[in-house]
């Protein structure tokens, strides 16, 4: 079965910090995908970013970054340089692959990130 | 514009009736999703489709039935027999043939007193 586990519940940055949101997950698929999504208060979720397991390359968009470590199954999100207009629910999210599970997506349980003025 | 309409935005019952939400795309789509989100929690899945006329339960199917008659549609339904049918519902959809982020709409909140 998978799993995917947000440790942090709640963040509350000052504006400028740096932020990083950690996901540890767990799956018996060696082919599998990672996602990140953000959930502002309107309530819908915005894709962030796609991950293979065959691909371990970090990613960089903006100020936004990503982690991806195989050797201890954790796909850490890093927001640089945080703004107010930051404050959301981000969820980190596994699939495996299509052909076994139509790509369902399984959720942790989010972190509710707050920027401050 | 493309995407994925959901509606309504809010919407109130009585406990005992039958309620069906309403999911829409126009984005070409083959597989489409349900999800539940309680207070605080994540996502879990209710039902999926990945074809026409064919569909899936997911891990909290019990109290939910959904159809999918058309490409572009995958309304569902809370029964009575769901037992705590309050919650925000999410839909979604995906194109098939390979891993794509799936897609999500703005999502019905549904209370049920």
């Known amino acids: 079965a998978q799993k995917v586990t947000q440790a942090q519940t709640e963040i509350s940055v000052v504006e400028k910090e740096d932020v990083t949101l950690d996901c540890v997950y767990e799956t018996r698929d060696t082919t599998y995908y990672l996602f990140w999504y953000k959930q502002p208060p309107s309530g819908e979720l915005v894709f962030l970013i796609r991950r293979n397991s065959f691909d371990e390359q970090n990613e960089i968009s903006g100020r936004y970054s990503w982690n991806f470590q195989k050797s201890t199954s954790s796909f850490n999100f890093t927001i640089t340089a945080s703004q107010v207009v930051d404050s959301a629910v981000y969820f980190c999210?596994?699939?495996?692959?299509?052909?076994?599970?139509?790509?369902?997506?399984?959720f942790g349980e989010g972190t509710q990130l707050t920027v401050n003025p | 514009d493309g995407g994925i309409t959901q509606s309504p935005k809010y919407l109130f019952r009585k406990e005992g009736q039958n309620v069906t939400l309403s999911c829409e795309q126009n984005l070409n789509h083959d597989a489409m999703y349900w999800y539940r989100q309680d207070p605080g929690q994540g996502l879990r899945l209710i039902y999926y489709?990945?074809?026409?006329?064919?569909?899936q339960k997911g891990d909290i199917a019990e109290g939910y039935s959904v159809s999918r008659e058309k490409k572009e549609s995958f309304p569902l339904t809370v029964t009575s027999a769901q037992k705590n049918p309050t919650a925000f519902y999410l839909c979604?959809?995906?194109?098939?043939?390979?891993?794509?982020?799936?897609?999500f709409g703005p999502g019905t909140r549904l209370t049920v007193t």
């Open positions: 489709s990945q074809i026409v006329n064919d569909f």
């Open positions: 999210a596994l699939s495996e692959a299509e052909e076994t599970s139509g790509s369902r997506l399984t």
């Open positions: 979604a959809s995906r194109l098939a043939g390979g891993i794509y982020e799936q897609y």
